[in-house]
């Protein structure tokens, strides 16, 4: 979708876009009651990969970020995955455009300016695709302080939960046995939806324990899987997958303190609570490990440098310690929709079949026995022909 330039600046022109005002300081909470056709308003700085798809996959009509998509931190994916699918975004608008009311009508015009009515709102930048490779380009260079920001982080994380990296200490007594299985772990991560198909014979073969972190938990269900078990903060999981009879662990802070307990407990669900400071994918992969799980299999989470980055420096540490920790049981999902996809459509594939039936009937033809057969079945055809016209 593009902008046409706007002619008057006093009276709006056919390249205005007009839509609904969805505003949400989390886009990954806002991405659930997004429509096509409105108007995203989020406060996103640095805005990852994720994100982006998520947003994508919901076609507003355009993005406003109060924020600037890209800080210059690092490179981040997000800006650039918003323009090549043609959704406007509109960048540092400021914190004002977050004072907008919910399911308020808006107009956003092709200088970026965003209007309530007549009401001048916000100006900010139009990104494109030159502008989003400019910024790109220019954080590139900020990447050597990310990289010594994530070895001290890495440091300290490690002086506070050695004792739960190395030795599991802290970890609940879960009831779910996981000695000799395999544990996949999901998250609502980069191409969690392929990979998990990808995966179905591997699934149907092994059964493995199912694990959802989080939205995860949902994407399990989704699939068409039993839930076993739910890790998280539970901010972005369904009722239903809380309901679904697995087993709940609330990853609380180190001092204990938990927000999504007051919600697990409205809903009647018994669960355990398990303190840690990293993030709620890591605390799954120790819990497996721990428990004695032979293979741990991720999928959608985070595993590569731009990851960590889109993650935070404060989530960076967690993870890389915990892939260093479970390293010899872990198995990444991720990509291997890219890795493993047939080459061959069903059409080629029908194609194929009828070729060969084909070469075999020629053959048969060429033969006594074959000829002797066709005539045969030629017999039993007029049969049947002659049997079922008598019957009107």
Avoid: C
């Avoid at 916000?122 to 502008?131: C, K, L």
């Amino acid at each position: 979708m593009a902008f046409i330039r706007r002619r008057k600046s006093d009276e709006p022109a056919t390249g205005d876009l007009r839509g609904t005002a969805r505003i949400g300081s989390r886009t990954k909470h806002l991405v659930k009651r997004l429509q096509a056709g409105d108007i995203a308003v989020i406060d996103h700085e640095d805005m990852d990969r994720i994100a982006a798809e998520g947003l994508v996959e919901r076609r507003p009509a355009a993005v406003l970020n109060a924020a600037q998509s890209t800080s210059g931190r690092y490179p981040n994916l997000g800006p650039q995955i918003l323009v090549e699918a043609g959704i406007p975004l509109i960048d540092n608008l400021g914190s004002e455009i977050m004072d907008l009311r919910d399911g308020r009508e808006i107009r956003v015009t092709p200088e970026g300016e965003v209007y309530s009515g007549d009401s001048l709102i916000s100006h900010g930048q139009v990104q494109t695709a030159q502008t989003v490779a400019r910024d790109q380009e220019a954080a590139r260079t900020g990447m050597a302080v990310q990289l010594k920001a994530f070895a001290n982080n890495t440091m300290e994380y490690l002086e506070r939960e050695q004792g739960l990296i190395l030795d599991g200490s802290g970890m609940p007594d879960v009831s779910t046995r996981f000695e000799g299985r395999h544990a996949l772990v999901v998250v609502r991560g980069y191409r969690y939806k392929e990979d998990l198909d990808t995966l179905r014979p591997y699934i149907r073969e092994y059964r493995p324990l199912m694990i959802g972190v989080d939205g995860g938990a949902d994407a399990i269900l989704e699939a068409g899987y039993d839930l076993d078990m739910v890790i998280g903060d539970m901010d972005s999981v369904s009722d239903d997958a809380l309901r679904s009879g697995a087993e709940v662990v609330i990853h609380a802070y180190r001092d204990g303190a938990a927000p999504g307990r007051k919600r697990v407990e409205d809903l009647g669900v018994e669960h355990h609570i398990f303190p840690a400071t990293g993030t709620s994918e890591d605390i799954a992969m120790l819990l497996a490990d721990a428990k004695g799980a032979s293979m741990i299999v991720a999928v959608g989470t985070h595993s590569n440098l731009m990851d960590f980055l889109d993650k935070g420096r404060r989530g960076m540490a967690s993870t890389f310690l915990t892939r260093l920790a479970v390293g010899s049981k872990l198995v990444d999902a991720k990509g291997v929709s890219r890795l493993y996809r047939s080459r061959i459509s069903n059409w080629q594939i029908a194609l194929l079949l009828v070729a060969g039936l084909t070469a075999i009937i020629a053959a048969l033809a060429a033969t006594q026995v074959g000829r002797i057969t066709f005539d045969l079945l030629h017999v039993w055809w007029s049969d049947f022909v002659f049997w079922f016209k008598n019957l009107f």
